[in-house]
């Protein structure tokens, strides 16, 4: 399974891939992208099967990656997850309208990170 972590937060990048360092029993590549710009590239890329994407990033925000999605879908079932502080209902609410289904507000708990990766891992 790949996961593409796109975060303009080295920080927040990091612990990501230490979340995902202590899932053993799952085989996941990761590969990050520090906004949206190289995050869109990636995917088109990579063809990752989740991507953990923030909004507020420099160049390009998790809101228009996920328009331009929409108008050129992958070819595959990729999963993307909003992973960002902007926990607002509007927030919300638009990430829903451009076909997100799963949103995380940081600061967020490891336990759910590892729990809905697993979930997520069963559907790819």
């Not at 906004?35 to 998790?62: A, H, R, T």
């Amino acid at each position: 399974m790949k996961i593409l972590i796109v975060d303009d937060e080295p920080i927040i990048r990091e612990l990501i891939l230490q979340i995902i360092d202590e899932i053993e029993d799952i085989d996941i590549q990761a590969i990050e992208a520090c906004d949206g710009e190289e995050g869109l590239e990636l995917i088109k890329k990579e063809k990752p099967d989740i991507v953990l994407l923030d909004i507020m990033m420099p160049k390009m925000s998790g809101f228009e990656v996920c328009r331009v999605l929409q108008k050129q879908p992958p070819s595959w079932n990729m999963k993307i997850v909003m992973l960002t502080a902007k926990g607002q209902e509007v927030d919300k609410q638009t990430a829903k309208e451009l076909g997100v289904k799963w949103y995380v507000t940081k600061p967020f708990r490891i336990d759910d990170i590892i729990k809905l990766l697993r979930e997520l891992a069963e559907e790819v």
